[in-house]
């Protein structure tokens, strides 16, 4: 069975902070990963994709990939208020399907 | 660039019931795809279209759900009968992946607003 864990949260973070959003995987395979951000009552919105290992910058976003270690993060730099969501992680396995984690719900403190 | 269009938003039905869920995808985008997600859980792929072929309906409940897109753009989603736990949203998705032209960005799926279904 393959899976994308996530930690469900909350996350809770000051106004200003970084948020530090984290996602495993088990499919070796995968070569595309991505993360959405749901509001409440919302549908999801991509925010980031990342297809090789390393840092990808957008912003106030940055997605980190380790394929070595299947581990997918995303900092979220001078976190707002209006960042307070679900964050999921997404996955590609290896016939490209889309697998979608439980999601991270974060909280931007004022 | 319009986005991913779907109706209704809301439906209320009971059990037993029939429904049918509309999806146009964006323009151009090849493949589409029909998610479940319960309340509390990621989306889950029901199924996903390749132009009008079916690519994966390997979740798809198929003694009681259904889908099609015929001529490769509009799709439905029909649940004949529903039961209780088809109370989710009925998210659709597309992207520009096409076979053959695998490129990054190109499984990038962008959602549609989806439709909250409740079965009383």
């Known amino acids: 069975q393959k899976e994308v864990e996530q930690n469900s949260g909350p996350l809770s973070v000051p106004e200003g902070a970084i948020a530090s959003l984290n996602c495993t995987y088990s499919d070796r395979g995968s070569q595309s990963f991505f993360w959405y951000r749901q509001y409440s009552g919302k549908s999801p919105e991509l925010i980031m994709s990342?297809?090789?290992?390393g840092d990808k910058e957008d912003g106030r976003f940055t997605a980190q990939l380790n394929k070595a270690s299947q581990y997918v993060s995303l900092l979220i730099r001078d976190s707002q208020p209006s960042d307070s969501a679900t964050y999921l992680c997404?996955?590609?396995?290896?016939?490209?399907?889309?697998?979608f984690g439980s999601g991270t719900r974060l909280l931007v403190r004022p | 660039e319009a986005g991913v269009a779907q109706s209704p938003r809301y439906k209320i039905i009971e059990k037993r019931q029939s429904v049918a869920f509309w999806c146009n995808p964006i323009?151009?985008?090849?493949?589409l795809y029909w998610y479940q997600q319960i309340l509390g859980q990621g989306p889950k792929l029901l199924i996903q279209f390749q132009n009008n072929g079916v690519v994966d309906d390997s979740q798809l409940p198929k003694d009681r759900f259904s889908a099609e897109r015929l001529k490769g753009v509009d799709s439905t989603l029909k649940i004949q009968p529903a039961k209780l736990e088809d109370s989710a949203v009925y998210l659709c998705?597309?992207?520009?992946?096409?076979?053959?032209?695998?490129?990054?960005?190109?499984?990038?799926?962008?959602f549609g607003p989806g439709t909250r279904l409740t079965v009383t």
């Open positions: 990342i297809y090789s290992n």
């Open positions: 323009s151009g985008h090849a493949t």
């Open positions: 998705a597309s992207s520009p992946i096409n076979r053959g032209k695998k490129r990054q960005g190109s499984y990038e799926q962008y």
């Open positions: 997404a996955v590609t396995d290896s016939s490209y399907k889309l697998i």
